[in-house]
Structures are given as structure tokens and as C-alpha cells.
């Protein structure tokens, strides 16, 4: 993304140290931020609630005098840490703290007094003897040993109760700056008054310690995430320093060296499996590169000399007419022609030009290319299939491989050519090409598939061909997800079996 002027934002980093480096600020900025708010907010539940329970206590101390049977005026007030308010039923003010005298009151928020329980009940509950009149209870302990709900209202001796609702509510005073959390519960006298006593505990303490505390929060975000960018500014920096050194290297090897490997570092991380297989490609890159130039130096010997000799034998034609010998010049022009169609398949089979595969009729094809040589083959062929055999590939190329090892054969062939066709199973077939020759080494059997490679006893270029045709055959079967190999014929000489797959499934 880019401004109007074409430049890239300042704010977003390209290096992959300056992403990971704001990434994890931003992280840790977020993790430190959402802590510091729930300690915050838990030190701050912590702190009312022990505000709440103070003036709970001294609101039920309070209440409990009124239901003795104190009067309003004679009840005695907690200190001046505490805000005591009682208010009668008429919305009065009977009693208050020196800091609330002469204020209104403090607030609405009072429960109902509870129910007053039925004379006949609470005669009952005093003056419940046991049925037979002795003096000594029974069940003494029992009732003794009940404790009253907690819904239940608290019933003093002189007839009095302590409702058993609190209510809470945070409450700023005039002229104060801090709040007060106030709670408020009712009380009924002995001769029936019902009053509403609030009892407040300052949160200037509180509200100090959760300012402190977020404040302190606050101051030390800042250099926390600096250190935490530093450091992982360092860390990635050091993390990285194989990986520019890996670059660096790479430039130079790009000019053209391509014999030079990338360092490895001796960490087993990423960067090392990065570096490693760096090394890998580029040992294929130089063989493939190394491969490709020897196939061009090759190429080019094997078409010099045929050109030279067709050269040679036109400029003695044109000077004497009667030593041309056509068949002999006809005979070259057919193997430059070969040779020049062998390395046009195998440029197109290198630059992975892969043709639309189809079922081929394998069987047939076999016949065909077998057919079509009769005319010329130098011993018989015995040929041996069977019926209906298809091949998932390229109809052309396959054909192509199959008159490459017929033609090998009957190079080397004593007297008799075999080829049998045959299936596997339901996924495989294999084409065996055997001849009564000398056979193929052990030693040499892998080089054989090699590009220009003829062995000892092939090496006139008009009997030996040019060397393609066995590497067209592997690079042919390949292509094709099979392979090639050579073993050893029943008839003493070399047999060449290719292996292919009957459909599409595998692939």
C-alpha cells in the first residue's frame, strides 16, 4: 500500500526483524495493559468490599442499640472515621455523626423493615414449656443449639429487631471530595418505631490505592516496552545474521559460480534446514547446468562430424559428378535427421513438456513398431502379447521408446530378437526386449542410460548410432512413471525390460 506520492507508509514495517519486533511490543503492550486492568479492578473489588464490611459492622452496632431500646439521642456513634446517619419514619434525622449534622439525608436507598412477627407467635416462642411441666427440657439443647437464618431478622431481648436486608450505594458528600460507601439497614424499636440507619466508610484510602497502583501501572508500561522491543530487536537481529549471511553469498554465487555453497550455521533451526537445502539446489542446479553444457558439447560433436563427412561428399560430387554415391549420402542425411529429432525429444523432455496423456492401446502399438521393421530387421523377431493391453501416457513418445530398444536389439543381436508383452497385475505391464548378443556388463548397465554414451563394441558411429536412444527410453519411461532396466537374457544376451503403468490411478 502506497500514498499519493508513491512512497510506503512510515508505520509499516518491511524487515522481517521490524514486524517481529513491533508484533511482540504490540503483544506484550496488550498482555501488560489487560493485567493491569484486572488488578486493578480486583484490588479495587477488594478494597470496597472491606469498606462495605466496615459500615455494615458499625450500621448493625448502631441498629442494635435502637432495638435495645436506646433512645436516638443516647446511642453511641462510631469515631470520626466513620459516618453514622439515623433517620425515623417520618424521613427525620433523630441521630448523626458530627460531619453529618444538619445535613439531609444521605439517601433513599434503605430497605423495608421486615414483617413484625404475630404477638401470639412470639408469646409462644417465649413461654414454650415442655408438655409434662417439668422445669428440665429435653430437647434443651436442640432448640438452643438452632441459629437463626440468615434471612431471618434479628430479635433483641427488649423486643426490638435488626432487619435482616442491608443495602449498599456509594454516596458523595457536599463539600467533600471523596466518596463513601454507605450501607443502610433498618431497625425497629421495642415500642414499635421502625428507623433507617446509614453508616458510611470514607474510600479516599481505597480510591488513593487504586490510583497508586494504576498510576505506577501506567509509569512503567512504557519502559517495559522499550526493553521488551530492544530485546527482541537484538534477539531477531541475532537470530537472523545467518540468513544475511546466506544472502550475501548467494549474490556472489549468482554471478556465476555455481560450484559455491551457501554457510550453514550451526544451529539446528530453521535457518539451518534453510541453509541446507539452499545447498541441495544448488548441487542440482550445477549438476543440471553441468549436465546441460556437456549435453550441448556432445550435441554439437555428434553433428559436426556427420555434417562434415555430408559436406565433404558434396564438394567431391559437384567436382566429380560420377563418385557420388547417393545411397552412402542418402544414409547420412537419414542419421543427421535421426540425431536432430533424438535431441529435439530430448530438449522438449528436459523443459518438462508434458503432452496430454491418454489411454494407449499398448498391444497395438507393440505390433505396429514390430510390423513396421520387418521389412529391414536385420535377424527375425519373436514377438509375444497379449490381447487388449492398454498404457495411460503420450501414444508418440512411447512408440518412440519401444522402436529404440528394438533398434538396440537388433544392433546387437547375434541372430534372434525376442519381445514379449505381458501384465503385471492390474496396475503395471512389462515389455521385454531381449536379444542373443554379448549382453550389457553389470558394471555398465546403469551408464548405458546416459546421454552420447556407447560402449566399446559401439562405437562406429554408423553401426553405434549417436548414443540418445537407450536415454530417450528412460527419459520416455520416466515420464511416464515407470522405469527401465537391463538383466540378463535366456538367450545369453542382454534383455531390456520396461515397466508402465495400465491406467491413471497412482499417478
Known amino acids: 500500500m502506497k500514498n499519493a506520492e508513491g512512497k510506503k507508509p512510515f508505520w509499516r514495517p518491511e524487515s522481517v526483524r521490524a514486524r517481529t519486533t513491533v508484533g511482540a511490543t504490540l503483544v506484550v503492550a496488550v498482555a501488560l495493559v489487560a493485567a493491569g486492568l484486572l488488578v486493578v479492578t480486583l484490588l479495587r473489588d477488594n478494597l470496597y468490599g472491606r469498606a462495605e464490611l466496615t459500615a455494615e459492622v458499625s450500621a448493625r452496632s448502631v441498629a442494635g442499640q435502637l432495638a ?28 448523626a455523626s458530627e460531619d453529618l449534622e444538619g445535613a439531609d439525608v444521605v439517601g433513599a436507598f434503605a430497605p423495608e423493615p421486615d414483617p413484625t412477627p404475630e404477638p401470639a407467635e412470639t408469646a409462644r416462642a417465649e413461654t414454650e414449656t415442655d408438655d409434662d411441666g417439668d422445669d428440665e427440657d429435653e430437647d434443651a439443647d436442640d432448640d438452643d443449639s438452632e441459629t437463626p437464618s440468615s434471612d431471618a431478622p434479628a430479635t433483641s431481648a427488649a423486643g426490638g429487631s435488626v432487619g435482616s436486608k442491608i443495602a449498599y450505594e456509594t454516596v458523595t458528600l457536599p463539600g467533600e471530595d471523596a466518596s463513601y460507601r454507605f450501607a443502610a439497614l433498618s431497625a ?3 415500642d414499635g418505631g421502625v428507623y433507617a440507619v446509614f453508616s458510611g466508610a470514607s474510600l479516599e484510602t481505597q480510591e488513593d490505592a487504586v490510583d497508586s497502583v494504576g498510576a505506577a501501572m501506567a509509569w512503567t508500561l512504557a519502559p517495559l516496552l522499550l526493553v521488551v522491543a530492544v530485546v527482541t530487536w537484538l534477539v531477531v537481529r ?14 556472489e554465487i549468482t554471478g556465476g559460480d555455481l560450484s559455491r555453497r551457501v554457510p550453514v550455521p550451526a544451529s ?11 545447498n541441495m539446489t544448488l548441487a542440482a542446479l550445477d549438476a543440471a547446468v553441468a549436465q546441460q553444457r556437456r549435453f550441448v558439447a556432445d550435441a554439437s560433436h555428434e553433428l559436426r562430424s556427420p555434417l562434415a563427412i555430408l559436406r565433404t561428399q558434396l564438394e567431391i560430387a559437384r567436382e566429380h559428378p560420377e563418385l557420388l554415391d547417393l ?19 530430448l530438449a522438449r523432455l528436459d523443459a518438462g513438456e508434458r503432452p496430454p496423456h491418454v489411454d494407449v492401446p499398448f498391444t497395438e502399438l507393440v505390433r505396429e513398431e514390430v510390423a513396421r521393421r520387418a521389412a529391414t530387421d536385420r535377424v527375425p523377431v519373436r514377438l509375444d502379447v497379449e490381447e487388449d493391453l492398454t498404457v495411460w501416457g503420450v501414444r508418440g513418445h512411447l ?35 531381449a536379444d542373443d548378443g554379448n549382453g550389457v556388463p553389470k558394471g ?8 552420447f554414451v556407447r560402449l566399446d563394441e559401439s562405437r562406429s558411429r554408423d553401426e553405434g548410432g549417436a548414443g540418445l536412444g537407450l536415454a530417450i527410453v528412460q527419459d520416455v519411461a520416466l515420464e511416464h512413471h515407470g ?11 542382454a534383455l531390456f525390460r520396461l515397466a508402465l503403468r495400465r491406467t491413471e490411478r497412482g499417478w
Open 68 to 95: 435495645s431500646g436506646a433512645a436516638p439521642a443516647a446511642i453511641e456513634l462510631p469515631d470520626d472515621d466513620e459516618l453514622v446517619q439515623v433517620v425515623d419514619a417520618n424521613g427525620t434525622v433523630v441521630a
Open 188 to 190: 425497629t424499636a421495642p
Open 238 to 251: 541475532r537470530a537472523l545474521r545467518p540468513v544475511r549471511a546466506i544472502q550475501k553469498e548467494l549474490i
Open 268 to 278: 539446528r533451526d530453521e535457518i539451518h534446514s534453510l541453509a541446507r537445502t539452499t
Open 327 to 345: 545411397d552412402a549420402t542418402l544414409g547420412d542425411v537419414t542419421r543427421l535427421q535421426d540425431l536432430a529429432t533424438d535431441l529435439l525429444l
Open 399 to 433: 512408440a518412440r521408446a519401444v522402436g529404440n530398444l528394438l533398434t538396440n536389439a537388433q544392433r546387437h543381436a547375434a541372430g534372434a530378437v525376442s519381445v514379449r508383452l505381458a501384465a503385471e497385475d492390474d496396475d503395471w505391464l512389462r515389455l521385454d526386449v
Open 444 to 451: 555398465q548397465r546403469r551408464r548405458i542410460f546416459d546421454r
Open 483 to 493: 522405469m527401465v532396466y537391463v538383466l540378463d537374457a535366456p538367450e545369453g544376451g
